[in-house]
Structure formats: C-alpha cells, structure tokens
C-alpha cells in the first residue's frame, strides 16, 4: 500500500498568518491526491482535488501544489473559520490511503 | 442536493456483527462508485472498501478484509456494509461516501457511530 506522510502533526498560528502542510506519497502518485477539512464532530470536506484543483465553494486562500512526491496544502491567510484539522487522500491506486492528519490551532 | 444518510450503528459486543445502511438522494445513486471510511475515537480517517457503480468491483482495507463486507442496492438506492467478527479496534464513526470525477470522497454522509464493547 502507499503511505502517505504527513507534517506536521499540528501546528499553531495566528489568524492572517500563512500555513504549509506537506504530504510525501511513498511512490509516484502523480496528481491523484486531494486534500480534506475536518471540523470537530463533523464530516470531512473537500477542499483540493487533483492536487492543485480548488473545489466549487472553497475560498481561493486555499491551495494545492505538487512537486515529484511531495505535495503542499497552503492557507494563504488564516481565517478563524480554518482551525480545523486536514487530511491528505491518495487516489492512485487501491488501498486508498490517508495522511495522518494535521490539527490547526490557535495560537 | 445530494445527501448520504448512515443509519445502523450501535454498540455491539466483541465478536458481534453489525449491518450499516447509507441511504442516498439527490443524484442517480446507481452511476455512481461508493466508498466507506471510519474514524476512531480522537485519531484519524481510514479508507476501508469501495464498490463500483455496478457492484462488480469491490476493494477492501487490509484492516478489515475478510470481516467486512460492502454491498449495495441500486433499486433502494442504498449502500451497506455488513460487519462481521467485531473488535474493540472498530470502534469509529462509520462514513459513506460518493466519489465523482475528480475525487474518490467527493460526497459524504454525516456518519454513524459504532462501539464495540463488553
């Protein structure tokens, strides 16, 4: 199965500060990931498709990057409403394989 | 508007079996793949089955292959997952979710919980 390796664990930051979370896939999965927000007691939501495509509805603060394994979630300027926690999603191959998540607080 | 409504979940003990119901509206369920995945208790998600639109493909997570069983009924517009040999370990809230052209999990229902406890 692909592991998909996600940092930080958590992360505090200041509302209007820019955030970067990475996801490495243990093989080349070209552009097949998404990224997820998760808000206590809720379901997940999509945010960014295809690595880079920004989902109908979300805030163009939000965005998606590739380079090689490596993929990058950016927050460009942290609104109250983003403290929430984050997940990557490879959707290369079977077993689908999620990042372990990155929890987003206030500081 | 697309909704996915998970039904079923319960605490059960070890051992025991449980069937999860994820009820469909909104969009021409059988077109479409679906997926389930869990969340534990403070930790975080996991992939656990797909089946195709037609029912023909069908993937599971190592994690539950060979206890679970996903399955799902196009003319009640409906997805299951049947649980067998439960553990303290599947103790989650249980999601559905439909995926789309660009993304595995594009839809998701709001869950059910699931306690696997003596």
């Known amino acids: 199965a692909i592991q998909m390796t996600q940092s930080p664990s958590s992360l505090s930051a200041s509302v209007g500060d820019r955030v970067t979370i990475t996801c490495r896939a243990s093989?080349?999965?070209?552009?097949?990931l998404g990224w997820y927000q998760q808000n206590p007691g809720k379901a997940p939501k999509l945010l960014i498709y295809?690595?880079?495509g920004l989902q109908s509805g979300v805030p163009s603060r939000f965005s998606g990057s590739r380079s090689g394994t490596d993929f990058t979630l950016t927050i460009s300027s942290l609104q109250p409403e983003d403290f929430a926690s984050y997940y990557c999603l490879q959707d290369y191959n079977y077993p689908r394989t999620f990042g372990q998540g990155t929890k987003v607080e206030i500081k | 508007e697309v909704q996915l409504v998970e039904s079923g979940g319960d605490l059960v003990q070890p051992g025991g079996s449980l069937r999860l119901s994820c009820a469909a509206s909104g969009f021409t369920f059988s077109t479409y793949a679906m997926n389930w995945v869990r969340q534990a208790p403070g930790k975080g998600l996991e992939w656990l089955s797909f089946?195709?639109?037609?029912?023909?493909?069908?993937y599971y997570a190592d994690s539950v292959k060979g206890r679970f069983t996903i399955s799902r009924d196009n003319a009640k517009n409906s997805l299951y997952l049947q649980m067998n040999s439960l553990r303290d370990e599947d103790t989650a809230v249980y999601y559905c979710?439909?995926?789309?052209?660009?993304?595995?999990?594009?839809?998701w229902g709001q869950g059910t919980l699931v306690t696997v406890s003596s």
């Open positions: 295809a690595a880079s």
């Open positions: 093989q080349d999965i070209g552009n097949n």
């Open positions: 089946i195709s639109s037609g029912g023909h493909t069908i």
């Open positions: 979710a439909r995926e789309s052209v660009v993304a595995t999990l594009y839809y």
